[in-house]
């Protein structure tokens, strides 16, 4: 055979094997939303990234039960989430392991009709990850670069942004719910193709790993985090989303060329974040409750 016959075989291949563990996990309910996915298909089963429907619901099957059952995810909000279109979704991030984004990327996959799955932006390290950068991109996850967020939101896709990074993940407990330092780039690409901000704030994720330490090693991983305990405890997730920010009815898209309005703009949407973190710590009952 030649090679496109090889590579027709290995993605049918991976198809069915998605397709068969997905039903092994979740039954026929996670594929029947995928097949109503908002989907940009390349003219090959995948999109521009590598994002397959069989693999999105292979995901929600995988990340299901820990949403359903062991975090218990409740979801306040999410009518914000826009329906069509391009938009940002910016929220905070924590807890060692990022779970949260995991969490976020279920809730928004099924909370939304006709489904969809955010794009979630993850940093450079994670595609170079064995099987793991594999399974994330066939999910939706891309590398953080301006041309990939680019091509996405001209796609009218849901890009999901953790301005504050790795940084947060990697925050020690007793800086839990102190945003660090937030990125701008979510904002300058809001602006530019004239997108709304959904400002999202995750209550509860801080708690799941304590990190005491982290150990700065060599190679694709920044460091290795000395956590409190070795999995993450069954706290309870709380997730919210916020109005969306219009940046579009104030600002033209060349706007996005002047560094005092997207730093103005990052600010907004900041506070928009922080405040909605207060409210969850104000409302929910307990770590666990």
Known sequence: RDGRSDWSSDV?????????????????KASERAERLHFADAGHGYDQFGQHPDFVALGDAIAGPLYDKYFRVISHGHENIPQTGAAVLACNHSGTLPFDGAMVWVDVFRNTDPPRAPRAVADYFVSSLPLIGTLFARSGVVSGSRGN??????????????PEGTPGIG????????????????????IRHQAPVIPIGVVGAEEQMPQIARIPIPGPVPYLPIPATLVPLPVRYHIYYGEPIRFDDEYDAE??????????AALRVQAAVDAL???????????FA
């Open 12 to 28: 049918c291949s991976s198809d069915l094997i998605a397709r068969a563990l997905t039903k092994l996990l979740s039954g026929d």
């Open 149 to 162: 967020a680019q091509a996405l939101l001209e796609a009218g896709e849901l890009l999901l942004i953790f």
């Open 255 to 264: 706007d996005a060329d002047d560094p005092e309005i997207v730093a103005e």
């Open 277 to 287: 973190l207060k409210r969850g710590l104000a409302e929910r009952k307990g770590v």
């Open 171 to 190: 925050k020690l407990y007793k800086d839990r719910y102190n945003l660090q330092k937030w990125r701008q780039g979510h904002c300058e690409l809001a």
